[in-house]
């Protein structure tokens, strides 16, 4: 039985959707007027590592990650850049796309931008003023915060702490057009020079946090069964867009809130803000992207992650684990009889495997757990692979139980069972000079492939090959 733990609650409880075998899952997505760092695009894998075990265990997921490409940093970054903020999201939304996919995340069913839904962003907020929970003022537009009751249910913020935070940060020419220092911006009045959009209260640009509500409840309706984003997003994007959503709707705005937790570098959290970051479109010139994604997506995602290369390299070594054994069992595919006496015994095995995977994973997406039973079934595997003879059955069983279980984690083996005509010729022919004792052709040869990447094993049953 799937549990999640419930940020609204502080608690893990039994996952259960609105509609039965169906989920609609909201996932806050990047700012564009940058690359994405790792910590960005930690948020990105833990919730596609969760969408697609949902998915494993038969949900039909619809999938919103939204692009935010109205905002001061793309304003800015258009400014440096000498280009418009259109311009300046479209090279970075174009950007994310090939980061993301280079990292195996699959597209959203949906992933809408500001710019495309601000008549609905207009729509929305109207809705809030005319149920009296916003008001215009001098072409801004606020929401009351007090006025909503339930106010900190997700963040544990009292309005008596955001009384305090809004003394500390005072900005006097904003407060005087608030009734209360608290209160937050639905709309933002035009500044000279920047992109603005009409509206009933003037030219201008939404704030932040109503963007998500309008497309979260324009794509996936007024209730949505798990929202997530980082552990940064909790207060005050998240508390501020139940506020919202809740005061116009009247409906609860999410039954799950997910958060992933931070990537650190050297203990710190990683940001923008604070220049300690790694950008992935740098990181994956110089690392195997699935390395990278397998590092990320088998920690579980609430968990801090510490990026460093040492991580990355125990991340490598683990990886090259399960390739090794899955093309162990791909290359005694080739000689294996169709059944033997023992098949029943090794397919229990590997069923029992499954139930354990199944459990580990369905206490709360636990990948950590789930990626150690990984571990344990290719230890069975390569055992069994080292047999005389080997049955098809139990093979293709093994490698499709395997198979399915690493597409979780976002890493596919198709590459991994493709050598490419040379090699395959390099090969034969070093059987060959083996065969007629010419060592000095042979080791000649095995040089030649470790400079492809190519290891070479000598076994009873031929020669095996691995990517080093």
């Known amino acids: 039985m799937l549990k999640i733990y419930n940020t609204l609650t502080r608690q893990k409880e039994t996952f259960?959707?609105?509609?039965?075998?169906?989920?609609?899952?909201?996932?806050?997505?990047?700012?564009v007027y940058n690359y994405i760092h790792i910590g960005n695009a930690r948020s990105a894998v833990a919730f596609d590592t969760v969408r697609r075990y949902l998915e494993f265990r038969g949900y039909q997921v619809d999938y919103v990650s939204n692009f935010t490409d109205v905002d001061d940093k793309i304003i800015k970054a258009a400014k440096e850049l000498q280009l418009s903020a259109p311009e300046v999201a479209d090279r970075f939304i174009a950007a994310y796309r090939e980061d993301t996919t280079a990292l195996g995340i699959e597209a959203?069913?949906?992933?809408?931008?500001?710019?495309?839904?601000?008549?609905?962003?207009?729509?929305?907020?109207?809705?809030?003023?005319?149920?009296?929970?916003?008001?215009?003022?001098?072409?801004?537009?606020?929401?009351?915060?007090?006025?909503?009751?339930?106010?900190?249910?997700?963040?544990?913020?009292?309005?008596?702490?955001?009384?305090?935070?809004?003394?500390?940060?005072l900005n006097a020419d904003e407060n005087k057009k608030k009734e209360d220092p608290i209160d937050f911006a639905l709309w933002k009045a035009a500044k000279p020079e920047e992109i603005s959009w009409d509206s009933p209260w003037g030219k201008g640009r939404p704030g932040w946090h109503i963007e998500c509500s309008v497309m979260a409840t324009k794509y996936l309706g007024d209730t949505t069964d798990i929202h997530a984003g980082g552990q940064d997003l909790e207060f005050p994007h998240h508390e501020n867009e139940i506020a919202q959503s809740e005061a116009k709707t009247g409906h609860p705005f999410a039954r799950y809130w997910m958060h992933n937790g931070f990537v650190t570098l050297d203990n710190e959290k990683m940001s923008k803000s604070l220049g300690n970051f790694v950008l992935v479109h740098d990181i994956i010139k110089e690392v195997d992207p699935q390395i990278l994604r397998f590092f990320m997506a088998t920690t579980q995602y609430r968990r801090p992650i510490s990026y460093s290369m040492d991580t990355i390299e125990e991340a490598q070594t683990n990886l090259n684990r399960i390739k090794t054994a899955h093309q162990n069992i791909v290359y005694r595919l080739k000689d294996a009889v169709d059944q033997l006496p023992d098949d029943?015994?090794?397919?229990?095995?590997?069923?029992?495997?499954?139930?354990?995977?199944?459990?580990?994973?369905?206490?709360?997406?636990?990948?950590?757990?789930?990626?150690?039973?990984?571990?344990?079934?290719?230890k069975q595997m390569n055992i069994y692979s080292e047999q005389k003879t080997v049955s098809k059955v139990v093979l293709e069983k093994m490698q499709q139980q395997l198979s399915d279980w690493m597409a979780i984690f976002g890493i596919t083996f198709a590459e991994e069972e493709l050598l490419d005509e040379r090699i395959e010729q390099l090969i034969d022919e070093r059987n060959q000079a083996r065969a007629e004792k010419n060592f000095q052709r042979s080791d000649e040869i095995r040089d030649l492939l470790k400079e492809y990447g190519i290891m070479l094993?000598?076994?009873?049953?031929?020669?095996?090959?691995?990517r080093g």
């Not at 259960?16 to 700012?31: I, S």
């Not at 500001?114 to 609905?120: I, K, R």
């Not at 229990?348 to 995977?357: D, P, V």
């Open 108 to 169: 959203a069913t949906h992933h809408p931008r500001v710019m495309e839904n601000m008549p609905d962003i207009i729509t929305f907020i109207q809705a809030l003023i005319d149920k009296d929970y916003a008001y215009a003022a001098d072409g801004d537009v606020y929401y009351r915060t007090r006025k909503f009751k339930d106010y900190g249910k997700l963040s544990g913020i009292s309005i008596d702490e955001l009384e305090v935070g809004a003394s500390n940060r």
């Open 457 to 466: 094993e000598d076994t009873p049953q031929g020669t095996r090959w691995r």
């Open 344 to 378: 029943e015994t090794h397919l229990r095995a590997l069923a029992t495997f499954e139930e354990t995977f199944i459990k580990e994973m369905d206490d709360d997406i636990n990948t950590a757990n789930g990626i150690t039973v990984i571990y344990e079934m290719i």
């Open 16 to 31: 259960t959707p609105l509609e039965p075998g169906k989920v609609k899952m909201y996932v806050c997505g990047p700012t």
